[in-house]
Nanobody, 121 residues
Framework: QVQFVESGGGLVQPGGSLRLSCAAS????????MGWYRQAPGNQRELVAT???????NYADSVKGRFTISRDNAKNTVYLQMNNLKPEDTSVYYC???????????????WGQGTQVNVSS
């Protein structure tokens, strides 16, 4: 079993900042990549940012220059610093991890429950 603890969502005014965090725990053998996706009502889930164990990052064009993803491998935790937030960033943000469990040794994606981010004046 794998569990996630997500935090940092909330309500912020346009131009403001938030920092999301997500800690994975449980029967984890190795985590290859972690990241964040988001889904607004009526829309498909979309990539926000991902980071590999070797710190290679990938960002959606819409957040480049405003969001920064980082991770702490020792804590199995991923962070998303979101600056200059816009109303269109309003969404549920989902943490994910590409990992292998201890037993059975299966590698697949695991998802958190999501945290709401609202950007509004």
């Amino acid at each position: 079993q794998v569990q996630f603890v997500e935090s940092g969502g909330g309500l912020v005014q346009p131009g403001g900042s938030l920092r999301l965090s997500c800690a994975a725990s449980g029967s984890i053998f190795s985590i290859y990549a972690m990241g964040w996706y988001r889904q607004a009502p009526g829309n498909q889930r979309e990539l926000v940012a991902t980071i590999t164990r070797g710190d290679s990052t990938n960002y959606a064009d819409s957040v480049k220059g405003r969001f920064t993803i980082s991770r702490d491998n020792a804590k199995n935790t991923v962070y998303l610093q979101m600056n200059n937030l816009k109303p269109e960033d309003t969404s549920v943000y989902y943490c994910y991890a590409d990992l292998t469990t201890n037993w059975p040794a299966v590698r697949r994606d695991y998802w958190g429950q999501g945290t709401q981010v609202n950007v509004s004046s």
